[in-house]
């Protein structure tokens, strides 16, 4: 009674100064103490778990009704051939069922909703409308970056020019989408950041309420570089995420047990790989896939023309495109360039 009194009189003043109904830190608090590690451990290890075969199409037929999973689309479309829920969680699709538009410069990566889109302008950035996270604890340290005179880290990571902007996109993969994500654009990863944080989580009445969700969770970052500067990719764990797996990063593993000192969190450690310097990937490539619904990160330089072809809450495919530089397209002979010009920064 007590903690259902202070959550109507935390809402009531927000209410009041006009604020969106936000978690206060002891609820923070409070969920970031249930064991949901353990709980996605379970999980993970109950959906690897063989499915007798009688039993696969109501199984799966039933979690398709649900969640409303085209099995069309997908490379077999009969549940006898997906040994666990695991397995069908990861259903890869028909080759012809996925577009990857050729002349946009950047590409939905994954099938999913959009949560949020925007211009990055100071160090903090939405993570829905009204709710924002910490760039820099979201990032960690630019210690990539040799500029150390610049006021903000959003001047501080970038590549290639002062006058550019730094955006994001927020894309939300549903229990029921594509769980493999793709490259969405020509770029080239040169450091893997682990950060081993909470599992909550990332569905949007959860991101509406929970300021630095995406800062607090465990998630996989990749930072590198496109023709437009600086990109980064970043996957990010939620509860009952079994694991999140890199194909072109073997070492990393996610949903681990992690000691803790006294006093310190798991969002605040991490692990930093560099990556082979002839790492490179190509638009639409594949890149990974979540065990369960996640969500999938993009903050990146481009000229300040830079337009995103999107709605907020839209519905997205992998390849569609997301934005573009002004009006113009990439033409194949500019995208035969984009490799040295990646190259030569």
């Known amino acids: 009674m007590i903690a259902a009194a202070q959550w109507h009189l935390h809402n009531r003043e927000l209410d009041r100064k006009g604020l969106p109904r936000t978690a206060a830190s002891w609820q923070m608090n409070i969920y970031c103490s249930l ?52 397995e069908f969680f990861t259903r890869s699709l028909k080759e012809d069922v996925r577009y990857v ?54 001047e501080k990571i970038k590549k290639k020019s002062p006058d550019n902007a730094l955006y994001q996109c927020v894309i939300y993969l549903a229990p029921g989408d594509y ?12 450091i893997r950041r682990h950060f081993s944080g909470e599992l909550l989580s990332v ?29 980064s990719f970043t996957a990010v764990g939620a509860t009952n995420v079994g694991s999140v797996q890199i194909y072109m ?38 890149l990974g896939q979540f065990n369960m619904g996640s ?3 993009l903050i990146f330089e481009a000229p300040r023309d830079f337009k995103f072809n999107l709605q907020p809450g839209q519905v997205v495919r992998m390849g569609q495109r997301l934005g573009c530089v002004g009006d113009k397209d990439d033409t194949i002979e500019d995208l035969n360039k984009t490799k040295k010009l990646i190259e030569s920064m």
Not at 255 to 284: I, M
Request: glycine content about 8%.
């Open 249 to 286: 990063d073997e070492k990393l593993k996610t949903n681990q047990w992690v000691g803790l000192e006294v006093g310190t969190h798991r969002c605040k450690q991490y692990d930093e790989l560099v990556l082979p310097a002839d790492s490179f990937l190509g638009k639409g490539e594949l």
């Open 35 to 86: 064991p949901l590690r353990m709980m996605s451990r379970a999980w993970g290890w109950l959906a690897d778990c063989r499915v007798p075969t009688p039993a696969r199409p109501l199984l799966y037929g039933l979690y398709s009704t649900a969640f409303g999973v085209n099995i069309e689309e997908a490379a077999s479309s009969d549940f006898k051939n997906y040994r666990s829920l695991a």
């Open 179 to 190: 769980h493999r994500f793709h490259s969405p654009a020509v770029w080239k990863p040169e």
């Open 295 to 297: 969500t999938i990160v």
């Open 203 to 231: 569905s949007p009445k959860v991101a509406k309420w929970m300021p630095g969700l995406f800062c607090l969770n465990e998630r996989a970052l990749y930072v590198g570089k496109w023709q437009h500067g600086f990109f």
């Open 101 to 154: 538009d050729p002349k946009s410069c950047i590409v939905s990566p994954c099938d999913g909703r959009v949560l949020h889109f925007g211009t990055a302008t100071n160090c903090h950035i939405e993570q829905v409308k009204g709710v924002s996270y910490s760039l820099e604890e979201f990032l960690g340290p630019a210690t990539w970056s040799d500029k150390n005179d610049c006021p903000t880290i959003v």
